[in-house]
T-cell receptor
Framework: KAGVTQTPRYLIKTRGQQVTLSCSPI?????VSWYQQTPGQGLQFLFE???????NKGNFPGRFSGRQFSNSRSEMNVSTLELGDSALYLC????????????FGPGTRLLVL | GESVGLHLPTLSVQEGDNSIINCAYS??????FIWYKQESGKGPQFIID?????DKRQGQRVTVLLNKTVKHLSLQIAATQPGDSAVYFC????????????FGQGTELSVKP
């Protein structure tokens, strides 16, 4: 079974631009969560989607948004990029939106100049 | 400005020795705990999990211990190998929070051959 895939793997943007990241969960998984990882703040929860509905949201500004499609693939969008948005963005999937193993993708490394 | 990175605790062990990585979790209501391993340039990899109705769980070469009284989690790795060198994160979850994981700051394990 293929693991969680994320595209693109690397991205360079400038301040003020917007970016869309994509995540394809493991086949059969319906829950997708997004995390931001930075040296300063560590791994922080962004949001979780299950059956195309946002189930949980972390403490990030409204510039960070996401969605999930009927095939469980998910995208996250960051608008009006700031230097501090430079990070590794990780996606994780699990079967349901419950307490079970979440499997992570390799991440998208975003650099904002 | 430039963000200050987290100062990760570091554990250095000799190949073949046992390793113990500790984690203090934040929320007494958390009832599901997971250990992840993250190698450079990769996403977190699931190692083992434990629910709050248990105090010990064993996997292949790994054991997780949970002490709810003091909100402490530990990961024991037997016969540590160079391939175990990575950053190890504990994560906690509450039943009413769906897939939201709260991560610890991580511990860097360095295995000397």
């Amino acid at each position: 079974k293929a693991g969680v895939t994320q595209t693109p793997r690397y991205l360079i943007k400038t301040r003020g631009q917007q970016v869309t990241l994509s995540c394809s969960p493991i086949s059969g998984h319906r829950s997708v969560s997004w995390y931001q990882q930075t040296p300063g703040q560590g791994l922080q929860f962004l949001f979780e989607y299950f059956s195309e509905t946002q189930r949980n949201k972390g403490n990030f500004p409204g510039r960070f948004s996401g969605r999930q499609f009927s095939n469980s693939r998910s995208e996250m969008n960051v608008s009006t990029l700031e230097l501090g948005d430079s990070a590794l963005y990780l996606c994780a999937s699990s079967f349901t939106s419950a307490q079970e193993t979440q499997y992570f993708g390799p991440g998208t490394r975003l650099l904002v100049l | 400005g430039e963000s200050v990175g987290l100062h990760l605790p570091t554990l250095s062990v000799q190949e073949g020795d046992n390793s113990i990585i500790n984690c203090a979790y934040s929320n007494s209501a958390s009832d599901y705990f997971i250990w992840y391993k993250q190698e450079s340039g990769k996403g977190p990899q699931f190692i083992i999990d434990i629910r709050s109705n248990m105090d010990k769980r064993q996997g292949q070469r790994v054991t997780v211990l949970l002490n709810k009284t003091v909100k402490h989690l530990s990961l024991q790795i037997a016969a540590t190998q160079p391939g175990d060198s990575a950053v190890y994160f504990c994560a906690e979850n509450m039943d009413n929070q769906g897939g939201k994981l709260i991560f610890g700051q991580g511990t860097e394990l360095s295995v000397k051959p």
